[in-house]
């Protein structure tokens, strides 16, 4: 009797182990609709500047550019 008991609890540990590693395997491949709060994988989005941030980006360039072609030619 007590190996019909033991192998009766190796069965119902296995069964909850297989349960657990099926929850597991389905967590990585959840979608948007089933995590809440969080984005879905994949493209981020775009990030966009303001039109005055472009112009201070484009006018530091080319004062960079001024300097490089002035040193260049000094030389």
């Known amino acids: 009797m ?21 929850l597991l395997a389905s967590a990585g491949n959840t979608t948007a609709a089933t995590r809440k709060g969080k ?14 941030a472009r112009k201070r980006i484009a006018d530091a360039q080319r004062k ?3 300097a490089a072609r002035a040193k260049a030619k000094s030389k």
């Open 39 to 52: 984005k879905a994988a994949g493209k981020p989005k775009k990030r966009v500047l303001s039109l005055e």
């Open 64 to 66: 960079r550019w001024a």
């Open 2 to 22: 007590a190996i019909d008991n033991i192998l009766a609890q190796i069965d119902a540990e296995i069964a909850r182990l297989t349960r657990v590693r099926s």
